[in-house]
């Protein structure tokens, strides 16, 4: 299996003064974009839902799960 991956959204400023900046964040590292608005939330959370699944794309099978045909 590949690595885990784990989002969370939060506001990346250590002073909160606007309301609704967000950004998503990965334990493996990643992180999406600043997001602002009305709509930061969602967004963040779509940024973060894109990330897994173009992760998920790009990750090799598991060696053990290969059956051989003959």
């Known amino acids: 299996m590949g690595a885990e991956h ?6 990346p ?16 590292g990643w992180s999406g974009p600043i997001r602002t608005g009305r709509n930061a939330q969602s967004m963040a959370r779509t940024d973060g839902v894109h990330h897994i699944e ?17």
Not at 54 to 70: F, K, N
């Open 6 to 11: 784990t989002i969370v959204v939060r506001d």
């Open 13 to 28: 400023r250590a002073c909160s003064v606007e309301p609704r900046v967000l950004v998503a964040t990965c334990s493996c």
């Open 54 to 70: 173009r992760t998920e794309e790009h990750t090799p099978p598991p060696q053990g799960d290969q059956q051989s045909v003959g």
